[in-house]
């Protein structure tokens, strides 16, 4: 078996089941228990569950609400997408990740000619009466909260396209430059998207530095561009210049 298929079945064993020990892993995947502890400490270190002694435990995945969150700092959300979407130049295909930055990138390519493909209903939605506007919605499992589209169907659809951009989301952008997610689940969904995408742009208001999230989504070398309100912490726009994104502060 390869080690993605068991990282995605020890995923789902824990949010089935709940805590499972290193030896009950090791039997129900049929491999060893050496293989099963290098497996959970770079699960770990993703963030995508919590070694214990002798085992893991799940991390908790719940987010709030999309409705909620739009709710929060939306001017400052608004003057973001406004400028990224000053970077995105007619005709392009652009991949739009859920989250509600990103949701109101989408409203400012109304009326542009463009390709966008998404796993947000609130960005098809936004965009399903634009006719100069060709939509792709990806496949996959709802979730209803955050109307968004995930697993392994929606994963596949996007590993058979290309995207000129990428307008990535995030819960968090740590001083290490790495990207951050509370969600566990979408975590394999965004890198799909980062790795079909020419060029990746990261939308962060001043409420995601450093924000919140245990799921690393990508180091601060997967990023091209940083679109963000929020004056630069001196420790992350270290790291940002040294992985040579461009910051673009509004």
Known sequence: MLRDQRHELILRILRTDGAATVEDLAARLDTSQATIRRDLVQLDEDGLLRRVHGGAVPTDDRDDPFLDV??????EKDA??????ELIKDDETVLIDIGTTAHR???????????????????AEELEDEPDIQLMLLGGMLRREYR?????????????????????GASGVRPTGHVMDTTV??????????AVSDQVILVADVGKFPGKGMAKVCGPADLDIVVTNAPADPATAAVLREADVEVIEI
């Not at 739009?70 to 001017?75: I, K, L, N």
């Not at 973001?80 to 979407?85: I, L």
């Not at 968004?148 to 990535?168: C, K, P, W, Y």
């Not at 689940?185 to 980062?194: D, F, G, S, Y």
Request: aromatic letters at 2%.
């Open 185 to 194: 689940i979408e975590v394999p969904v965004k890198r799909a998207m980062l």
């Open 105 to 123: 990138v989408a409203r400012q390519l109304r009326g542009r000619s463009l390709t966008v493909i998404t796993s947000s209903l609130a960005v």
């Open 148 to 168: 968004s589209l995930v697993g392994f169907m929606t994963e596949d659809n996007i590993r058979q396209l290309h995207a000129d951009r990428l307008i990535l």
């Open 70 to 75: 739009a709710a929060v700092h939306p001017g």
């Open 80 to 85: 973001v997408a406004k400028r990224c979407a």
